[in-house]
């Protein structure tokens, strides 16, 4: 965009036409014509719910419940729901699996899941991450997901109305949990190991999942063992033994399948020479002790993972081998009770896959082109017995090495994440290369890693590497400024906070001080907010980077302005520009913010009541800061400061000129894919055109309103 006078665009009087894309619709701006490129939305149906085992017994009961429920979806107000409780282990997720599975064709607007257990901090979920996840999945853009969980909640459930949904809540808790994530219609199905009778006051219809009979279980070990290897009284026996649970039988299974000549009595019989404890349990001592040794070895190594998901490359460095790089100082020579440091993972992977003592992830979507990225899991009760038999094979010091690993391996990892989403200002070094991975892995990976990251900060903050704590929080930065993951960014800045000061590092303690008050001013907390900063603003006296100053009063000064206190936000702001001295995107960055907080000083928008002073001040600064902007290219500020200018000429009395910045201003934000800013720009000049009596500017702008919002996917459901 060139400028066509000194101020960095068109003037009064002046015709412009300003391009971009395929043109399909054009906007007559008073003297401005601008063709605006038709926003494009590609439609992807969600599909998150995926069967991880192809043998399944037929629980007739338990089907015919959620077929009945199927009948009623779509002839009430709002979803239908069933809720499915019993114990661990005894089938409820694969049940539901199945069945979305076969009766996918009757919700052609996708299926969502959401494991709470895998979220779930000292006993609360983070309802907002789970609706911003949600959102994602049907396709809303970032900026349109508001911040708190009532407005999450609110397009929610306005975007589902109307639609065949089906949303799977896995290992819910309390009913609130699942109130709070109700879509506008469709269908919800829950499964939890609490009872949940109180969803009934929602119309729910709740069931008790229970083990299976003998029968039945006879009926899934058939499927896979076929005859002759059993008799029909071994086989109940075996189901009795493992208290008819689906995940004990499978684990016990696999060693039927994987060695022919093994028989059902030979099992029973070691099963036998057990103490009795409780059917998963002795499934799984009987299958852990069928393992080779290097299957034992990952066993152990998966019984120190913080979480029950991971990938294999995460297998290979908790071994220590080729993806982990050299070992820490105090680790052992040799791998006893461990895999060989030396071989690759893979078979002693599949002997764990072929036990089902773990299984392989469905992935939604495309599958990971590298094979490192395949994910795995396995059912909490499998990682339980994993931990104690990892406590008795490894010991303290082993299990303290590898988490020692895993620490710099997610160090790493998220470094490069963050790195890879552009320059900015950092405390700590790049990453080193060559070790453990140099892919850089995207947004999506951080927030599906982010229930383990925080695990880890917890443990390293206890063992006292304070250093390495803070440093995996300000990598989190992207993570949790863009998908507003608002609990575990205040934990982990809370954990970082603290490990800033043991590690005598005031520098890292404002970087943290100063993240974790913006997740406070993003939640509109601006007691915690200013609380946090002025405890940050203490500490610069101790540092000597001016570009920590910088940060804080650009912080300082959002926050006045969220408050009403212009002229404070002002001061602020003049002192964020000085301290970015030298630094061109932060001077127009800091410019922009000053401006805006000149434009707040002069109050409501009518040339009647502005104060001409601050105005006139607020275009200086924004027309100097565009002008920079044009010099360096910096096409994401242009487009800034097209809004902002376009704001003030309208306070000026100037619709011409204020009309051209907004209709110029959309127009780049849509060639540079801003589809939220360019519906700023197009709501203000609607707005604007209905003052001046422009009905026809009005309506198209209106019109493209619209359709930006149906293609970020914000436009509500039809009843």
């Not at 709002?78 to 409820?92: E, R, W």
């Not at 397009?155 to 808790?173: A, H, M, Y």
């Not at 709501?683 to 919002?709: F, H, K, P, Q, Y």
Request: some cysteine.
């Amino acid at each position: 965009m060139t400028p066509q006078d000194g101020t960095g665009g068109p003037g009064p009087g002046v015709s412009n036409s300003v391009t971009g894309g395929r043109i399909e619709q054009l906007v007559q701006a008073r003297q401005v014509t601008v063709n605006f490129p038709a926003p494009q939305r590609e439609s992807v149906t969600p599909r998150q719910i995926q069967p991880l085992r192809r043998a399944f017994v037929n629980r007739s009961v338990e089907l015919a419940a959620l077929t009945e429920v199927l009948t009623a979806v779509g002839h009430g107000p709002g979803p239908s729901i069933v809720a499915f409780t019993g114990l661990g282990g005894v089938g409820k997720t694969e049940l539901i699996a199945q069945w979305a599975a076969r009766e996918r064709e009757q919700f052609p607007d996708g299926d969502l899941y959401a494991d709470l257990a895998a979220i779930r901090h000292e006993g609360a979920v983070d309802l907002g991450e789970v609706l911003g996840r949600f959102l994602r999945a049907l396709q809303v853009e970032k900026e349109y997901i508001p911040d708190t969980v009532a407005e999450r909640g609110a397009l929610f459930r306005s975007i589902t109305k109307g639609r065949r949904l089906l949303v799977f809540l896995d290992n819910v808790e309390q009913p609130a949990e699942v109130r709070a994530l109700l879509p506008g219609d469709g269908l919800v199905v829950v499964a939890g190991r609490r009872r949940l009778e109180h969803l009934a006051l929602d119309g729910a219809q709740v069931l008790t999942v229970p083990p299976l009979t003998t029968g039945a279980g006879s009926e899934l070990v058939r499927t896979w063992l076929g005859a002759g290897r059993g008799t029909a009284e071994e086989v109940a026996e075996l189901v009795t033994r493992c208290g008819g649970m689906p995940l004990a039988l499978n684990a016990v299974g696999s060693q039927l399948i994987g060695r022919r000549q093994l028989t059902v009595r030979r099992v029973m019989a070691a099963l036998a020479d057990r103490p009795r404890q409780d059917g998963v349990d002795d499934a799984l001592e009987a299958v852990y002790a069928g393992l080779p040794e290097p299957a034992r070895g990952l066993y152990h190594l998966i019984g120190v993972l913080p979480g029950a998901r991971f990938t294999r490359e995460l297998l290979q460095v908790v071994a220590g081998g080729p993806a982990g790089g050299a070992g820490g100082p105090d680790e052992p020579d040799e791998p006893d009770g461990m895999v060989d440091p030396a071989d690759p993972v893979d078979p002693a992977l599949d002997d764990l896959l072929a036990a089902h003592l773990i299984d392989e992830l469905p992935v939604a979507g495309e599958a990971p082109e590298d094979p490192a990225e395949d994910r795995f899991g396995c059912h909490d009760l499998v990682r339980r017995h994993a931990a104690r038999r990892a406590a008795e094979a490894l010991g303290a010091a082993r299990i303290a090495a590898v988490q020692h690993r895993l620490l710099d391996y997610y160090l790493h990892r998220t470094a490069l994440a963050d790195r890879s989403f552009g320059e900015r200002f950092r405390l700590q070094e790049p990453p080193a290369t060559g070790l453990l991975t140099d892919r850089a892995p995207d947004l999506d990976w951080l927030e599906r890693e982010s229930a383990t990251i925080l695990v880890l900060l917890r443990a390293a903050a206890a063992q006292g590497r304070h250093g390495a704590v803070w440093r995996l929080c300000e990598s989190l930065w992207p993570l949790y400024h863009g998908r507003k993951l608002y609990a575990d960014w205040i934990e982990a800045h809370e954990l970082g906070v603290e490990a800033a000061r043991w590690d005598a590092r005031p520098d890292a303690e404002i970087r943290m001080r100063n993240q974790l008050a913006r997740a406070h001013y993003e939640l509109g907390d601006h007691e915690l907010a200013a609380r946090q900063l002025a405890l940050a603003g203490e500490l610069l006296p101790l540092v000597s980077d001016s570009r920590l100053a910088g940060m804080l009063r650009e912080s300082q000064g959002l926050l006045c302005l969220a408050q009403g206190r212009t002229e404070a936000a002002v001061a602020m702001f003049t002192e964020a520009r000085e301290a970015n001295a030298g630094d061109t995107h932060g001077i127009v960055v800091q410019s922009y913010n000053l401006a805006q907080a000149l434009l707040a000083v002069a109050g409501p928008a009518e040339p009647a009541a502005a104060s001409e002073e601050a105005l006139a001040a607020a275009l200086a600064e924004a027309d100097r800061a565009a002008e920079l902007a044009e010099r360096t290219d910096d096409q994401v500020m242009i487009m800034r400061l097209g809004v902002l200018r376009g704001r003030i000429h309208q306070a000026l009395g100037d619709p011409d000129t204020a009309i051209a910045r907004l209709t110029a201003a959309a127009d780049l934000a849509l060639r540079l894919g801003h589809r939220f800013k360019a519906d700023q720009a197009l709501e203000l000049l609607a707005a604007l055109a209905e003052r001046v009596g422009d009905t026809e500017l009005a309506r198209t702008s209106r019109e493209r309103i619209r359709a930006l919002r149906d293609a970020a996917g914000v436009l509500p459901g039809e009843a």
